[in-house]
């Protein structure tokens, strides 16, 4: 990860080019700078990355050279993954949010899925203090795992289609394809049922 300031490097959220270092994602963290992602090995040192590699490699993704670069202020080999505590409950420990699961930053799920959390425990223990119905707080670890594993599922399929649909080399061209139409069809507006005959 690299967080660089007053160059606003801007391009395509998503990649683009050869990907041996993938790009990932960019957050506009302030008005003069951006977050961007490069994946790369979990065996690279921040060393191996100068920002000559790094503005290299963003270039490569954006398909076009950066003309105004700024200070790249902070780099960081970091492991994004998924993980998932299960139970999500012992006696009267409930877990919620980043403590009981982890998802990647790309599928933007991580708010979502502690909101959800914190709304199935408040409603659990809203019925078992009001009506002395312990079966919400029974169910919650259930009830929040169905949840994670979707969102995990989702997070899972959008990352590999964002960085397959860029990078030949990875899966190959036949995976790439696949990737791109899987994203067009992601992105797609809905349309309305076609009208029985």
Known sequence: MADGDGGGAGGPPGPVGRARARFRRTDHARPNASRLYLQCPLSDTV????????????????GAPVERRGAITSKQIVPLR????SPMSHGRLHLLGDAAHLISPM???????????ADVLARAIVRQVQKNDPSLLADYSDTCLHHTWERQASAVRITQTMYDSGDPTYEGEFRKQIARKELETMLEPLTAPHPAA
């Open 107 to 117: 599928s933007a799920e991580g708010m979502s899925l502690a909101l959800h959390d």
């Open 47 to 62: 060393e191996q990355w100068p920002d000559e590699r790094v503005w290299s490699e963003l270039e490569a993704r954006f």
């Open 82 to 85: 998924g993980v998932v505590f």
